[in-house]
């Protein structure tokens, strides 16, 4: 009977031990995924603040350097198809001068989307297209 008593004054006791722990170890993963989709987003954010930077105010110390740490952070953060699709964009010169840069800026910034959770669908580059080039972009 003691046994019992002991049992049951025990076992409640464990539960809430493992249930804590389970609550800390759970916390403490959602919160990490949330830090990385903060920093991914604001990574994506600021290249894209700093590559427009460059194309208004022009090539300076500051803008070169702004573009720089965001491409690292997306490097870092960003996911495999980001990188990707960032790096096909820099070796085409990383500029929006033609037809095909504008498609591969679409197509980055949809991977980015779509990275961030905002959308999965099949129009979305050509929307983002329109979106950031106006009516006449041709994607």
């Known amino acids: ?14 539960g809430i031990l493992i249930g804590a722990g389970l609550q800390y170890f759970f916390g403490r993963s959602l919160e990490a995924r949330k830090h990385i989709q903060t920093q991914k987003g604001q990574a994506y954010a600021d290249y894209f603040k700093a590559f427009s930077t460059i194309a208004t105010v022009g090539r300076t110390k500051e803008t070169l350097s702004a573009v720089l740490d965001a491409k690292t952070r997306i490097c870092v953060y960003g996911s495999d198809e980001v990188v990707k699709r960032l790096a096909a964009f820099e ?30 669908s099949a129009a979305n580059t050509r929307d983002v297209g329109v979106v950031v080039f106006g009516s006449d972009w041709r994607g």
């Open 1 to 14: 009977m003691s046994t019992s008593l002991a049992l049951t004054a025990v076992l409640p006791l464990v």
């Open 91 to 120: 070796r085409s010169g990383a500029t929006t001068n033609s037809g095909e840069s504008h498609a591969l800026v679409a197509a980055l910034l949809s991977a980015m989307r779509q990275d961030v959770g905002a959308s999965r």
